[in-house]
């Protein structure tokens, strides 16, 4: 029998019969455009999540460097030198980022092109549902 196992709550210990609460996910979220940031954040705001933002790409990477997020919410279309699809390729090219879930958002139909282990691990199209998206975030995290 497993001594440990981690639920929503923590990691409850059976031979001490304690329960000790997880550190929060972290979950950054990147898009120029503030207002689908307050919606993101609101809408996962329900769970025991940290919000990290970003309103660029390279922005975002400074963050990714210094604090490893558990997933990252990207627009595709933003300013500077690194849009999403760009700044997923980075991510994924990186051996300590490499695993990092990457969720991206577009109002435009996206194409994406090379090499597979280079793509986001889940595509949204604005409107997006918040629900949609948490159900996927909540998936994501409960299998593992």
């Not at 210990?13 to 455009?33: G, T």
């Not at 999540?49 to 990714?64: N, S």
Request: aromatic share 6%.
């Amino acid at each position: 029998m497993e001594k440990t196992i981690q639920t929503a709550e923590g990691v409850l210990d059976f031979e001490k019969n304690e329960l000790y609460a997880s550190p929060p996910r972290k979950i950054l979220i990147v898009d120029d455009e503030k207002e689908i940031r307050d919606l993101v954040r609101e809408t996962i705001m329900i769970d025991n999540f940290e919000i990290l933002e970003a309103g660029t790409g390279d922005r975002a990477y400074e963050i990714i460097q210094k604090i490893t997020p558990d997933l990252i919410i990207l627009d595709v279309k933003m300013p500077g030198s690194l849009d999403g699809i760009a700044l997923t390729k980075k991510i994924k090219q990186n051996e300590k980022t490499k695993d990092i879930p990457v969720f991206l958002l577009t109002a435009v139909p996206v194409e994406l092109v090379g090499d597979s282990s280079d793509y986001p691990d889940a595509l949204f199209y604005k409107p997006f549902s918040p629900m949609d998206l948490l159900d996927q975030i909540t998936g994501l995290f409960s299998d593992g």
